[in-house]
């Protein structure tokens, strides 16, 4: 990205922009220091709630965040869910930008792990084609 790392960590680290570059994410809602919960489209169009825990928080190299998935719809699906974003220079004045998801499923099997993969890889993807939309290629 053309943006320098100090840039896009003001982007990556307010969870309020994340309707801005989040594959899904109508809204952000209950920001502190720490949680956040982002209200999601399924694709039927309707609205789910997702309850998120930052667990680093490194200025401006990492954020990351743990879904908090006990006692909610995505239970019987994962067992844990984490995301986290690194930021480094690219040594030409812009930043290189990594997303990392880890997720452990819960009673699927080989076809449904599968899938799950491949749309995690998805999200990622979409994930890093909004930062770049907001802060050039």
Do not use: N
């Not at 667990?55 to 401006?60: C, D, G, I, K």
């Not at 006692?71 to 930021?87: K, M, N, V, W």
């Amino acid at each position: 990205m053309d943006a320098t790392p100090e840039q896009v960590w003001r982007t990556v680290c307010d969870p309020h922009h994340l309707p801005r570059w989040w594959p899904r994410v109508q809204r952000v809602e209950g920001v502190d220091r720490e949680h956040f919960t982002e209200v999601l489209t399924t694709d039927k169009g309707r609205s789910i709630r997702a309850d998120f825990r930052v667990v680093e928080s490194r200025a401006p190299e990492v954020r990351r965040w743990v879904q908090e998935v006990e006692g909610s719809p995505f239970e019987r699906l994962l067992r844990s869910a984490e995301t986290e974003i690194r930021l480094a220079p690219d040594g030409a004045g812009g930043t290189r930008v990594t997303v990392a998801m880890r997720q452990r499923l819960r009673g699927v099997g080989a076809l449904g792990g599968f899938m799950v993969r491949r749309a995690t890889r998805r999200v990622a993807d979409e994930a890093l084609e909004g930062l770049a939309r907001l802060h050039g290629h």
